[in-house]
């Protein structure tokens, strides 16, 4: 997926401009799918010691057609006075949203855990970022650049081997203060190949806000936008397309979280904007997908009660409607549609050994055309974490994800998945991860499932605090009963990470 998020040379600005931090790696459950517009997954996931992940509880890399949304505590690789791992909780952020194009269901509440300052966590640590100081703010900015080698970088049928370069740059910037909260994160990437059919771009920016109105009320504000690039073996790009079709993703969200004695009450709402751009085909002349560009809207209402700390049972009701611009597509069907969502879960924490969150419900979407069959399915999702041991995490990660298609005769894809990994510190500067990933997308309506396996394996290294070596290996395998969608590829990526 070009990350054009920040500018390289910002970034390498304030690498060289003072004292150093620590490399940070996000520490994602990373299983991809070969229908996933995005493309397959460029970077690694491994969070080292001293490290704030972001992404840790997301089932599925985050595609043009569907992001996961998270919120579950991260490792942070820290140790506290007993030697036990800590769990650091994920920034409070507003309720999270569903994607315009995609409805994905997973955990999405953190769990309260311990936290170390920032100062604290940089003096224990000789690996932990320090960041830069910017009023009451801190920023820790990075970059990383390196060089890919596939064996079949588009994932079609017919291998084509290929060697790129990698740039990566990425900032965020958090605020320090006692009350309420501001985060923005900003990340991009950018992989050039000779072939620049083969290039792969992306980019995201994040912004979090939290206003205490009091001890126990809490306003939650967001907004995002996300670039991201289709997949050449998705049924929503064109047949002939020279290039990968662009999705540009806008995402306003605001909410409320009130708690009351042992209960709590979150009420949400979001406006999600998706823009496709025209992609070129073979014969020279320009494909339109305009007419899936679409509005999406969400209402989203929690209720839970704390039977004790580590146990908070909820229940969840959610409604939604997507509108398409145009009121047909190429072919006729008015895919516009209502849905809702009902669904029970449980959030548990037992200290930094295990923690997590498990949930089921049920989904019903109605489309504005008869001839779309209605969408009926049980959902599932989960994101637990479980330390065996110090400085090991393993991570298994569930996930239910309904994502509109152009595809004819179909009203939507049901895809469910699955992630498990292990995360190992081997020494201060030296951590590895491993993970596998399986997931199956059913298109409604037709005969037509892609089924596909992951596998991964990271090694990172710290010099110091300003320079890491980080290695990966990824294996993409996708069987479909469409044959120009079924392939297998064979990824390793080299990369150097500064980081201030």
């Known amino acids: 997926m070009l990350r054009a998020g920040l500018s390289a040379s910002v970034c390498l600005a304030a690498l060289l401009g003072g004292a150093g931090g620590a490399w940070a790696q996000d520490a994602a459950l990373t299983a991809t799918t070969a229908s996933t517009d995005a493309g397959p997954a460029t970077t690694g996931a491994l969070p080292l010691r001293g490290t704030l992940p972001t992404d840790l509880g997301t089932t599925g890399n985050t595609s043009a057609r569907g992001t996961a949304a998270t919120g579950l505590d991260t490792f942070s690789g820290d140790l506290d006075a007993a030697g036990d791992d800590l769990l650091t909780p994920a920034t409070p952020a507003a309720a999270p949203v569903t994607n315009a194009a995609a409805t994905t269901i997973v955990p999405e509440t953190g769990i309260p855990a311990r936290r170390r300052s920032v100062d604290r966590e940089a003096a224990d640590d000789a690996f932990a970022p320090v960041g830069v100081r910017v009023g009451t703010f801190t920023l820790r900015p990075a970059i990383e650049v390196g060089v890919t080698a596939s064996d079949n970088p588009d994932g079609g049928p017919d291998k084509n081997p290929a060697l790129g370069a990698v740039i990566a740059p990425?900032?965020?910037?958090?605020?320090?203060?006692s009350r309420h909260s501001l985060q923005i994160d900003a990340k991009g990437s950018d992989t050039q190949f000779k072939d620049k059919s083969l290039d792969e771009r992306e980019a995201d920016v994040d912004v979090k806000g939290r206003i205490d109105v009091s001890?126990?009320?809490k306003v939650n504000l967001g907004a995002s936008y996300h670039y991201g690039l289709q997949s050449y073996t998705s049924p929503?790009?064109?047949?002939?397309?020279?290039e990968r079709p662009a999705v540009h993703t806008l995402t306003g969200?605001?909410?409320?979280?009130?708690t009351l004695g042992r209960f709590?009450?979150?009420?949400?709402?979001?406006v999600q904007r998706e823009i496709h751009e025209d992609v070129s085909l073979a014969d020279g002349s320009k494909a339109d997908l305009a007419r899936e560009d679409n509005n999406a809207y969400e209402g989203r209402l929690r209720g839970s009660y704390e039977i004790s700390p580590a146990l908070k049972p909820y229940v969840e009701v959610a409604v939604g409607t997507r509108s398409y611009d145009r009121a047909t597509d190429e072919d006729g069907y008015r895919r516009s549609s209502v849905w809702g969502d009902l669904r029970g879960g449980i959030i548990?924490?037992?200290g930094p050994k295990l923690s997590g969150e498990l949930a089921a419900g049920y989904h019903h979407e109605h489309f504005d055309d008869d001839r779309l069959a209605d969408i009926d399915a049980p959902t599932a999702s989960a994101a637990i974490l479980w330390s065996p041991r110090r400085l090991t995490i393993v991570k298994l990660g569930l996930s239910t994800e309904f994502r509109p298609t152009t595809l004819e005769g179909s009203s939507e894809s049901i895809v469910y998945g699955?992630?498990?990994?292990?995360?190992?510190?081997?020494?201060h500067d030296l951590n590895v991860e491993a993970g596998i990933g399986y997931s199956e997308e059913h298109f409604e309506g037709v005969d037509r499932t892609d089924?596909?396996?992951?596998?991964y394996a990271t090694v990172a290294y710290n010099l110091n605090r300003d320079v890491a070596l980080i290695g990966r290996y990824e294996y993409e395998n996708t069987r479909s009963d469409e044959p120009s969608s079924t392939g297998d590829s064979n990824t390793v990526t080299v990369r150097v990470r500064l980081q201030r």
């Open 170 to 177: 990425e900032a965020t910037l958090q605020s320090n203060w």
């Open 215 to 217: 001890h126990d009320t």
């Open 236 to 242: 929503d790009t064109p047949s002939g397309a020279t």
């Open 253 to 258: 969200q605001a909410g409320v979280d009130q």
């Open 264 to 270: 709590g009450i979150e009420a949400a709402g979001s």
């Open 348 to 350: 548990a924490d037992f």
């Open 418 to 427: 699955g992630t498990l990994s292990v995360v190992r510190s081997i020494r």
């Open 451 to 455: 089924r596909t396996f992951t596998g």
